[in-house]
């Protein structure tokens, strides 16, 4: 595992929008796993900007996102459709036909979630996964306790989970319950996966990944020790609480 420590988030999304902008240019046809939330949002408008100096090849570029909320359809606002849409994929000019979300608005959502898993494996898996972390310590929406052998499946999100998203709703009572998440056996799956995370509510989950030799359920993003190719990249106000680690783990 590889930690890259940033002096803030400005630095931190800068160098992941370039570590992405180099696997693009070296593999134009990469099939690129996205996430939503706050964290990437700062990485989306560097590789924009990236992107307009220097153009990207992206024509042959697929995307795959982690997640979507169940009973939201893709014209919502609040949906990580019209989230990315709005801030990747229309930006970059991505084909929309190119990129792929689980749809959270479809009656039969076990074969929403074995679609998905089968449109991924038919691709031929996602080369690089980019991924936030919950406080909880959730990647995509595993929370903790989810079994690390799931795929796609439907999850109930954590009460914490709905109270750091609720700043993306009118209000919380309209944040959905439920999602469509890929699994940490798909995640797992991915050849390089590069973890982002920045400011101290993510600290504690960062401790648990980087200082803790567990690998538990309870704490999904451990699971990540076990994956051969791994860059986390945190900033200072993280590393700080996991200093003594941050040499250890880049010398694995
Ligand atoms: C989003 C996702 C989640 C977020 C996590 C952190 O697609 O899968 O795991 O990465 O909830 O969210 P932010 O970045 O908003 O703190």
């Given amino acids: 595992m590889k930690v890259i420590v940033t002096s803030d988030y400005e630095q931190l999304s800068q160098q992941a929008a370039r570590a992405v902008y180099n696997h693009i240019s070296k593999h134009h046809s990469l099939n690129l796993g ?9 990485l989306y408008k560097e590789l924009i900007q990236l992107h307009h100096a220097n153009r990207l090849p992206l024509a042959d570029l697929k995307t795959f996102n982690l997640d979507e909320y ?10 990580y459709r019209y989230y990315m849409n709005t801030h990747v994929f229309e930006p970059l000019g991505i ?9 959270g608005d479809v009656g039969h959502l076990q074969q ?49 989970t709905i109270e750091a998203n609720a700043k993306h709703f009118p209000s919380k009572d309209e944040v959905p319950t439920q999602a469509i998440t ?7 799956q991915a050849k390089h996966i590069y973890l982002l995370a920045s ?9 648990e ?16 020790r076990e994956h051969p190719q791994v860059t986390v990249m945190i900033d200072e ?8 680690k941050v040499g250890v783990m880049n010398d694995r």
Avoid at 95 to 103: D, G, K, M, N
Avoid at 182 to 188: F, L, Q
Avoid at 199 to 207: F, H, L, P, R, S
Wanted: aromatic content about 6%.
């Fill in 95 to 103: 084909p929309l036909e190119q990129t792929y979300i689980p749809r």
């Fill in 209 to 224: 990944l980087l200082s803790s030799d567990v690998v538990t359920e309870q704490w999904p993003v451990t699971v990540l």
């Fill in 112 to 160: 929403e979630c074995d679609r998905y898993d089968r449109l991924i494996q038919q691709h031929g898996g996602i080369d690089v996964q980019i991924l936030g972390v919950g406080v909880n310590g959730h990647i995509g929406f595993n929370e903790p306790g989810t079994s690390f052998n799931q795929h796609t499946h439907v999850v109930q999100l954590a009460p914490s």
């Fill in 34 to 42: 996205l996430a939503t939330g706050s964290t990437p949002l700062g």
């Fill in 199 to 207: 400011g101290e509510k993510k600290a504690k989950a960062i401790q």
């Fill in 182 to 188: 890929m699994g940490i056996a798909s995640i797992m």
């Fill in 70 to 79: 169940v009973g939201l359809s893709p014209q919502s606002p609040y949906s």
């Fill in 237 to 244: 106000s993280i590393a700080q609480s996991v200093q003594d």
